[in-house]
């Protein structure tokens, strides 16, 4: 399906001004990325992310926070265009090859860098949609035609310090702006086993992974911030925190009585699952 762009500057800066509240209060999603294959394969984990994207309202924004923008402080990109960022290697030449070519939406990132009090946020000009962000919102919209901003980790702070700065964002949620989460809740490539590639973890981390669906379906957000206290697979599951930190801003979005489910919940090549949740 060919994109569909904005015929011009003007009208499309005329559409993203001063976003409306909505009726509805868009959902929040976390989505277990996996693979930079998943963005150009027809899957069961690509498939769902194009289901979902059918069952919630159409936004009039996406801001992403993608595992693979990790910077000293918080920035939000701030571009009429964003690029398209290849941010791997040693995949196949077609991977390389795609483009997806999402307008941004300078005045939402303005928008969000007003509401966010616990950070001086940085706009960014140089950034784009690297493969945490493209790869599923590519499934999800593929006509390209829904403004796609990402905001960025701040690799200084703690889980709880992103906990709290994600619910500083929620009426963004009251304009229909999907924020999305994207990384692995248990993400550990040098325990890989290529033997599990399609399907089948280690045994901590599918207790882990458990764990942490029984604390998230149960509302128990304190020891999800603190996961270094849930033992030694949670050590084995976030060796870094970059993946597991975009679970923070979707469940820091959630308000108490909100419906929460997950779907895509599987463990692929011992080490690393694809569960996701939606909130709302």
């Known amino acids: 399906m060919q994109p569909i762009l904005m015929s011009n500057l003007t009208q499309f800066r005329t559409f993203s001004r001063n976003l409306p509240f909505q009726d509805h209060l868009m959902p929040v999603l976390f989505i277990g990325h996996g693979s930079p294959m998943n963005g150009i394969e027809d899957n069961e984990f690509s498939a769902q992310w194009a289901a979902m994207a059918k069952d919630i309202p159409v936004p009039t924004a996406v801001i992403v926070v993608s595992a693979h923008w990790f910077t000293r402080g918080t920035h939000i990109t701030a571009m009429d265009f964003p690029k398209t960022i290849h941010d791997f290697g040693g995949f196949p030449k077609a991977l390389f090859d795609v483009e997806y070519p999402a307008p941004g939406n300078v005045e939402l990132a303005l928008e969000t860098k007003k509401l966010i009090h616990s950070a001086d946020v940085g706009l960014d000009h140089d950034w784009g949609l690297d493969h945490g962000a493209w790869t599923v919102v590519r499934h999800m919209y593929p006509e390209a035609n829904i403004p796609v901003l990402q905001l960025s980790i701040d690799y ?118 694809m569960t996701s949740v939606r909130i709302g």
Not at 223 to 251: D, F, S
């Open 156 to 273: 200084t702070k703690d889980a709880r310090y992103h906990y709290d700065l994600a619910k500083e964002l929620y009426d963004l949620r009251r304009k229909g702006v999907l924020i999305l989460g994207s990384g692995n809740m248990v993400h550990n490539l040098r325990m890989m086993s290529w033997e599990m590639i399609n399907g089948g973890g280690y045994d901590w981390a599918l207790e882990i992974n458990d764990k942490f669906k029984s604390l998230i379906l149960n509302n128990l957000h304190q020891p999800l911030m603190a996961y270094e206290t849930l033992g030694k697979e949670a050590m084995l599951a976030i060796p870094t925190p970059e993946h597991y930190l975009p679970l923070m801003y979707t469940l820091g979005l959630k308000k108490e009585q909100e419906a929460v489910s997950l779907f895509n919940d599987k463990a692929v090549g011992g080490s690393l699952t």
